[in-house]
């Protein structure tokens, strides 16, 4: 199953950017190109939630509390996903995961922390 770890994650003031990065190993180009990517986050005291998601042939999709601020990626050849986020608020605090799914597997990382704190 692929392995997916996260990066990029730390201590931002409100209206800041970070970029979080996804690694994914233990799988092939041919493989990694089949997978859906997904970012989720979860806050303190809330569930986990979805927050983007890029398809293998790069359609997009956000929630709507991250639409326009938030940008996911994908780097195939890399095999790697990205998540942009810009104009950081507090209420984004949360850890950070990325997540690979395909119609036979499904892996999680281990989380990257994001803070938004002045």
């Known amino acids: 199953q692929v392995q997916l770890v996260e990066s990029g994650g730390g201590l931002v003031q409100p209206g800041g950017s970070l970029r979080l990065s996804c690694a994914a190993s233990r799988s092939i180009l041919s493989v990694f190109n089949t997978y859906m990517m997904g970012w989720f986050r979860q806050a303190p005291g809330k569930q986990r939630e979805l927050v983007a998601t890029?398809?293998?042939?790069?359609?997009?999709n956000y929630a709507d509390s991250v639409k326009g601020r938030f940008t996911i990626s994908r780097h195939n050849s890399k095999k790697t996903v990205y998540l942009q986020m810009n104009s950081l608020q507090p209420e984004d605090t949360a850890v950070y995961y990325c997540?690979?799914?395909?119609?036979?597997?499904?892996?999680w990382g281990q989380g990257t922390q994001v803070t938004v704190s002045s």
């Open positions: 890029v398809t293998s042939g790069g359609v997009t």
């Open positions: 997540n690979a799914r395909s119609s036979s597997a499904n892996s």
